[in-house]
């Protein structure tokens, strides 16, 4: 079967890209903080279909718009253009990349981040396999979608087996000991869809071969009790139910116009909180320098991409992303481009439960928007004359699929169940005024059927952010235990505090089991 349609094959040739292109390409994942550098290739953008370009500047202005309206306005603008002009840039660095050849290159990259991960975690020493995988500036959710990636890369890059079979191998090794369950999904997704679009027989049998991997390291993780792979057959979602809890009264706060593009953090920083540029162990990452730090923390994401996205930009600017987001999805399966495909699907699929298209990040953004660029290219010239509409349907379609698919935790939570009465609080001492907002105390006891729980303590201002929570397991015929909480809260003259019960493990659904507020004074 041929590997394109006809209408692929009626592209324009464009002209090779450069050695400096191929260079960048290859360190692009390694070294994210040069992506900057995209803005050279914006003029590639003149090589898109006229369509195109309504559908890019629709999305510039649906970010634009909104920062207008928003509680800062200037700075929004400001912000909302440098995400949008790097977007762009790096769909220009994917245009002058078009050609399989060329995107073989991010393979080295992998090697090395592959290769700084192992050694960071202590390759041959027993620490690396009772912890999961960690980077001196990727968390294990980056190290899992790099393995997704070098698997992708292994199946749909082409070139020969004697690179492609190792680096498959070692991205398997890398998914599994991340303990990343969203860069797993990602990847299987990635690997099914890639495979439907080619329909080859090698490919079918490279992917049986990473699926028996697959098992065999699941089964041996689970026979040698390796924490950080067994984890990857958990349902749960890792507590972000409480950050889903958090944005959506964010949004709640400025529901037309959201808080403007990286200021979503400055609402989920804690009191007293540092800002770092990237996590690791034993808290030695990297403070932010002044200028981040004047951002307020936009790092903090909301792990959710329609909630980051309705939280920052609103609805128009949800509505710009989804149909820019709806075009590319369209274009991948039309170019039938599996490498393209893979990428795509496989991380929007991750973006659910984190934020894998948000620009600058470690390298995986990156990634996306340059496949963006590299899909984009292969499109014929004159879509815009007779084929527009065969692209521009589906691509709706598929913007509303998606929106729909990607918003599980914001369809949870439109209907409040009403309070449960086998969920209450039996005592609560807690201070109302307090001549000092460092280390307030407060004691509380729940009366609850049998059962393992959570208690979520979060203050609110405009909206609320997390602060501390606590384990409790209640069993059968005893009382809850009486909790004492000591936390910093905001050095503000009032503001609300609640206190939320979770059951133990976190679902999509962000909303508590029940829940208390109460207001607290600062009078110093």
């Not at 298209?357 to 879509?383: I, K, R, T, Y």
């Not at 065969?390 to 998606?402: E, I, M, Y």
């Amino acid at each position: 079967m041929s590997s394109h349609t006809p209408l692929a094959t009626e592209s324009t040739q464009r002209p090779a890209p450069a050695l400096g292109w191929r260079v960048w390409w290859a360190v692009l994942v390694p070294l994210y903080v040069l992506s900057p550098l995209a803005l050279l290739a914006l003029p590639k953008l003149r090589h898109l279909p006229r369509p195109l370009w309504w559908v890019l500047g629709g999305y510039a202005l649906s970010q634009q718009l909104p920062a207008l309206l928003s509680p800062e306005p200037l700075l929004a603008t400001i912000l909302a253009l440098a995400r949008t002009l790097l977007m762009f840039g790096l769909i220009g660095t994917g245009l002058a990349l078009s050609g399989t050849p060329w995107l073989r290159g991010l393979a080295w990259g992998l090697v090395a981040v592959y290769a700084t991960a192992l050694l960071y975690s202590g390759l041959g020493t027993p620490e690396l396999t009772q912890q999961r995988l960690f980077h001196p500036y990727m968390t294990s959710i980056t190290l899992g979608l790099t393995g997704a990636f070098g698997l992708w890369w292994a199946l749909f890059a082409g070139g020969r087996w004697w690179w492609r079979v190792p680096l498959g191998v070692v991205a398997i090794s890398i998914m599994l000991l991340s303990g990343s369950r969203g860069g797993l999904a990602a990847a299987g997704l990635g690997a099914l869809l890639g495979f439907l679009v080619r329909l080859r027989w090698q490919i079918a049998i490279n992917l049986l071969l990473g699926l028996v991997l697959l098992g065999s390291g699941l089964y041996a993780a689970q026979r040698l009790d390796i924490q950080s792979v067994t984890r990857l057959l958990r349902t749960d979602t890792s507590g972000r139910d409480i950050v889903w809890w958090n944005a959506i009264s964010v949004i709640q706060s400025a529901p037309l116009a959201g808080v403007g593009s990286y200021r979503l953090g400055a609402r989920f920083a804690p009191p007293g909180g540092q800002c770092l540029l990237w996590p690791a162990p034993e808290g030695t990452g990297a403070p932010c320098s002044d200028l981040i730090s004047h951002l307020g923390y936009p790092w903090l994401i909301a792990h959710n991409v329609t909630l980051q996205q309705l939280a920052e930009t609103g609805p128009l600017g949800l509505l710009g992303l989804f149909s820019l987001l709806g075009m590319v999805a369209v274009s991948a399966v039309w170019v039938r481009d599996p490498l393209g495909v893979a990428v795509i699907f496989g991380l929007l699929l991750a973006t659910a439960t984190d934020n894998t298209l948000l620009v600058p990040s470690p390298g995986v953004a990156e990634v996306f928007w340059v496949m963006v660029g590299a899909v984009l290219a292969q499109l014929p010239n004159d879509v815009s004359a007779t084929r527009w509409p065969l692209l521009g349907w589906p691509a709706s379609l598929t913007a509303a699929g998606l929106m729909i698919v990607l918003s599980v935790p914001l369809l949870a939570s439109l209907k409040m169940p009403p309070p449960n009465p086998i969920y209450k609080i039996t005592t609560l001492i807690a201070p109302t005024t307090v001549k000092t907002t460092q280390k307030y105390s407060f004691y509380v006891q729940f009366d609850l059927p049998p059962g393992r729980y959570r208690t979520e303590l979060r203050t609110c201002l405009k909206s609320c952010t997390y602060l501390i929570g606590m384990p409790i397991n209640v069993q059968a015929g005893l009382v809850a235990p009486l909790l004492t909480f000591k936390q910093d809260l905001y050095a503000q003259p009032s503001q609300r505090l609640e206190l939320l019960l979770y059951p133990s493990d976190s679902t999509l659904r962000p909303m508590p089991l029940a829940q208390r507020s109460w207001i607290v004074k600062w009078q110093p």
